[in-house]
Structures are given as structure tokens and as C-alpha cells.
């Protein structure tokens, strides 16, 4: 009896939908922009100025050129003033972003009810079965291209695919007002040559694994077995076996429930500086807007948790007059709480994001003119 390597069959992959992902291009700058013409060309940064807050704050996005500069979202405000001293700081106006943000969703919406949003500035759309009965997803993407422009006179950029992986990692491709297609015949070229660092949900801790295993491409992690992956980064090992392999099933998800959400995370070594207390709030705030997009939820008050080295637990929450569930703006107002009540002197063990106060996406204010516009 011969004995010899068990082989296993590859995934195979379903090519039959039609995914196109939106992403508005620096989306809240560029409203900025739009409301303010006289911007036009200079480097717009949305974030407080440093000057304001004793340079503390975080970058929510800026727009092409202040990125020119090394500007980009998530850097600190001081770091943001030092490389573009000129740039213009203006503080987030999510009330603004909202509005627009719902003007863009009604344009999806003549198109598909199958919408899945990330955040204000992107979503998923499932064009499969579209309410116009159009059979090219790529000519869906620039119909709804030139129709967001004529509504709100802002751009944005489409990736087209079988798949909501491929179709987010095209519409970066062709940044600002592209529109890329990756149709199944060419989806496996695209992900094989694509850097490791560019593949959607990669950190950089992942990518920095990878590259200790040679690993700096989709070429190079095709070529890694199913248990090898497995072994090194788990549930992700798992999911990048298929993905490089052009699989990715999961569905354009519309609805789900509940009251209210909170992430957390306790720290085998303590927090001790800015830089990784910014990192964590945003990767909380992150996981709270998915659990949010998940419910079809979105709430008004925003709470801090933090729990210091010696176990002192501190609490501090902000009620909006508006709902939010978008992780750019959790971020903002968590790091905004941080900056008012955090103390790294203690060192920090534990930081929790939590939405309260929330209802269903369909239930949204309604404002009573209760005064006349002279009052």
C-alpha cells in the first residue's frame, strides 16, 4: 500500500454576482470644499487646529492636496500642521456630511435596495437584480458616477467585481473619479500582483508577519498552504487563502438588531503613549461602527471607558444632537473625550467605545420650525 500526500480540491469560487463599492472621494474635505469655493486648491484638513487644542486632535481626512504634503487621516493634528503648515484646518461639520451622505444613498437607491454602508462615504451595492434591469454592472457604476455629481456636485469612485473583496480593493485603484472592473477572468492576475500591504484588512502588524515569512504579494501568499496560514494568523489565515484565490461569499448585508453596542479591549501591556491610545480608539471605533452597520443602528450618545494600571475605571459620555454610527466620526469624538479626561501618567489597561441612546436607521430627527428664522 502506497502512502502519499493528501491533496485538496481549491475553493471554488462564484462568479455569478455583480458588486460595485462606492467610495466618495475625501469625501467630508471635499464638502468642505463644495461649501466654500474659495478653498479650491489649497490643502484642506479636517481636524481642530493644534494650535487651538495645546496640539493634541487627530486628522479625519484632507483632501488631494494636502496629501501631497503627507497628510492622512488618522495622523495627529500637530504632525498634520508641521508637514503642511499652510494647510487649512477646519473642524468636522457631521451634520453637513449626513445630509449629503443621504443625498448620495437616494441616488444608490434608484438602482438596488440591497445596499450595504461602511460609513458616510461608502457602501456596497448588489446590482445582480437592479431595478432598472441593466445587465453591465460596469455601466450601473458610471451612471451612478455622473448622478451623484449632478446631485450633490461631488466625486466619487467605483470598483466593479463579482465580490464585495475585489470590488473594495478596485475602487481605490483609480483614486479620484475612477471607475475599475475586475471581471472573473482577470481577478486572479489583479490579486496575485497585488502588494500584501494593499490587500483590504491587512494591518500592519499582519503585513510585517507576512514579510517574516516572505510573504510581499498575492503571488507570493498563493503560494502558502491552508494550514500554513491557518497556523500563523488564524481565522484571517483562513479567509486570505480564499481571497487570493478570487473567493469571498459573504453577502451585501441590509439589515439586523439591537439596542446598544460597545467594544473593548484589555491590554497585556499598558497604553503609555498618544500614538497607541489613537491607534486603539480607532480600531474600536471600527469595530463599533461594524456591529452598528450589522443592528441597522445608529445612536446619540458616545461613551469612553478607561481603566488605568492601577484599576481606577473612569467614564465620560458625549449626547449628540444628531445620530451618528460612522467610525470616522466615533473616533473624532472619542479622541476628542481622551483629550479632556485621559492621563497616560497611570498607564492605561483597558479603553471601551459604546453607542447608546440608539434606534433603527429609518427613524432619523424631525425638526420643528418651533421659531421663525429671525429668532
Known amino acids: 500500500m502506497e502512502f502519499g500526500v493528501v491533496q485538496f480540491d481549491e475553493p471554488v469560487r462564484d462568479t455569478s454576482r455583480k458588486i460595485i463599492h462606492i467610495d466618495m472621494d475625501a469625501f467630508f474635505a471635499s464638502v468642505e470644499e463644495r461649501e466654500h469655493p474659495e478653498l479650491k486648491g489649497q490643502p484642506i484638513i479636517i481636524a481642530n487646529h493644534p494650535k487651538l487644542t495645546n496640539g493634541k486632535g487627530v486628522v479625519a481626512t484632507a483632501n488631494y492636496v494636502a496629501r501631497t504634503y503627507g497628510v492622512h487621516s488618522a495622523m495627529s493634528a500637530q ?4 508637514l503642511c503648515p499652510k494647510g487649512v484646518f477646519i473642524p468636522g461639520n457631521y451634520e453637513l456630511y449626513r445630509e449629503v451622505s443621504k443625498k ?23 446590482v445582480t437584480e437592479n431595478k432598472k434591469g441593466i445587465k453591465s454592472a460596469t455601466h450601473i457604476a458610471y451612471a451612478i458616477q455622473k448622478e451623484v455629481w449632478e446631485s450633490v456636485h461631488l466625486t466619487c469612485s467605483a470598483g466593479v467585481s463579482y465580490n464585495k473583496f475585489i470590488a473594495k480593493l478596485a475602487s481605490d485603484y483609480k483614486k479620484p473619479a475612477g471607475v475599475t472592473v475586475i471581471p472573473p477572468e482577470e481577478a486572479l492576475d489583479f490579486l496575485r500582483k497585488l502588494p500584501i500591504e494593499k490587500y483590504y484588512g491587512v494591518g500592519k502588524k499582519t503585513v510585517e508577519r507576512m514579510h517574516e515569512l516572505n510573504v ?14 491557518i497556523h500563523s494568523f488564524g481565522k484571517m489565515g483562513y479567509s486570505l487563502y480564499r481571497k487570493v484565490r478570487g473567493i469571498d461569499d459573504s453577502p451585501v448585508r441590509v439589515s439586523r438588531e439591537r439596542k446598544s453596542v460597545g467594544r473593548e479591549n484589555t491590554y497585556r501591556r499598558n ?3 498618544e500614538n497607541e491610545v489613537t491607534a486603539e480608539l480607532r480600531f474600536l471605533a471600527r469595530k463599533v461602527e461594524r456591529s452598528l452597520l450589522k443592528e441597522q443602528k445608529h445612536g446619540k450618545t458616545v461613551v469612553l471607558k478607561i481603566r488605568y494600571s492601577d484599576f481606577e475605571t473612569v467614564t465620560k459620555r458625549l449626547t449628540l444632537p444628531h445620530y451618528l454610527r460612522d467610525a470616522e466620526e466615533l473616533f473624532f469624538h472619542t479622541q476628542n473625550i481622551w483629550d479632556e479626561i485621559g492621563n497616560l501618567q497611570k498607564g492605561v489597561r483597558l479603553l471601551g467605545i459604546t453607542v447608546t441612546t440608539l434606534d433603527p436607521l429609518s427613524f432619523e430627527n424631525i425638526v420643528l420650525p418651533l ?5
Not at 79 to 82: N, R
Not at 216 to 229: A, H, K, P, S, V
Request: without cysteine; negative net charge; aromatic residues 14%.
Open 371 to 375: 421659531w421663525d428664522n429671525e429668532h
Open 216 to 229: 510581499f504579494n498575492g503571488e507570493d501568499l498563493y503560494q502558502m498552504n491552508e494550514m500554513e496560514l
Open 79 to 82: 504632525k498634520a500642521y508641521e
Open 271 to 273: 497604553l503609555t503613549t
Open 104 to 126: 448620495v444613498r437616494e441616488v444608490f437607491k434608484q438602482y438596488t435596495d440591497t445596499i450595504e454602508p461602511l460609513s458616510l462615504d461608502e457602501a456596497y451595492l448588489d
